[in-house]
Nanobody, 124 residues
Framework: QVQLVESGGGFVQAGGSLRLSCAAS????????MGWFRQAPGKEGDFVAA????????AYAESVKGRFTISRDNPENAVDLQMNSLKPEDTAVYYC?????????????????WGQGTQVTVSS
């Protein structure tokens, strides 16, 4: 079992930055690939970014490429999402997820554990 707790959400103006963090506890963190997903009101959830077990491989949604960066710190059991040049369409609840296998995947159904989410609101 892995417990995930997100933090760092908030309110920011368009063009601003936020850094989300996800703290993991439970099993050996380095055994898990990690991902970030988001869900805007009234919309389906979307993949945002993912990182493999050692940070050597990452994947991003086209809508966030060049603006968001995912990273992880295995000794600290943490994964971060640096979000720059934020746009109003980035407004959503952001969820951290863990996958028992080490490789990057972008499909939500392939993740095994989820955090409770953190709200990000970007004003125009």
């Amino acid at each position: 079992q892995v417990q995930l707790v997100e933090s760092g959400g908030g309110f920011v103006q368009a063009g601003g930055s936020l850094r989300l963090s996800c703290a993991a506890s439970g099993r050996t963190f380095s055994n898990y690939a990690m991902g970030w997903f988001r869900q805007a009101p009234g919309k389906e959830g979307d993949f945002v970014a993912a990182i493999n077990w050692n940070g050597g491989s990452t994947a991003y949604a086209e809508s966030v490429k060049g603006r968001f960066t995912i990273s992880r710190d295995n000794p600290e059991n943490a994964v971060d999402l640096q979000m720059n040049s934020l746009k109003p369409e980035d407004t959503a609840v952001y969820y951290c997820a863990a996958r028992r296998f080490m490789m990057v995947v972008t499909t939500a159904s392939r993740y095994d554990y989820w955090g409770q989410g953190t709200q990000v609101t970007v004003s125009s």
